[in-house]
């Protein structure tokens, strides 16, 4: 009798054990689940990470890139020589123009000296006063010495001036003056002319010379 109890009493115990070491079972299968899910999340993360990044140029690829890149460097040099030429074009072309306006302009106020001019040489025919028409002739050359100044015309004075290659052109050699005079300009055959400050026609001059 106390042999079967001790039985009852042990199938009893294993009976109580069975479900303990199921839920042990269980909760350690539930905890591995976890780990193996972080450790397959990080692979799949790893392998999109590989498939979306870029991929290295190939040499092919870069050659082709530098050739671009020089072609449009071509087309901008070209565009900017093709600029230039025409803002070239266009400075030379005002350049011109003005030119002609300008001569165009000086020969429209010079007109007025010439009429007056002619009226002079009609007064020749008919006046018996050379002394008048000697007055007005001379006004007429000082009204367009005058005009030829407001353009920048500039008579050079060379009379008693010591003589300068830089404005003169000795065309004699004057000796037997006196000493102070050595190297001075004496008469001027032809007179000089400067446009601002550019010597356009050199004064012809006798030149003093002393006799020593």
Known sequence: ?????????????????????????????????????????????????????????????????????????????????????????????????????????????????????ERAEQMMDKSEDVNAVKEGVTLIIDKFLKLLATEGLKKIDCIGKEFDTDYHEAIAMVPGQPAEMQNKVIDCVQAGYMMGDKVIRYSKVAVAKDNN
């Open 1 to 117: 009798m106390n042999e079967n109890n001790e039985n009852i009493e042990e199938m009893k115990s294993e009976t109580l054990e069975e479900p303990q070491a199921n839920e042990n079972t269980e909760n350690n299968a539930t905890a591995e689940a976890p780990a193996d899910e972080n450790a397959e999340t990080a692979e799949n993360a790893e392998t999109q990470a590989e498939e979306e990044a870029p991929a290295e140029p190939t040499v092919e690829e870069q050659l082709a890139a530098a050739n671009a890149t020089i072609e449009e460097l071509k087309k901008a040099a070209l565009y900017k020589a093709a600029e230039f030429d025409n803002y070239r074009k266009h400075v030379i072309k005002e350049k011109a123009d003005l030119i002609k306006t300008g001569g165009a302009n000086v020969m429209k106020a010079i007109l007025p000296i010439i009429d007056d001019f």
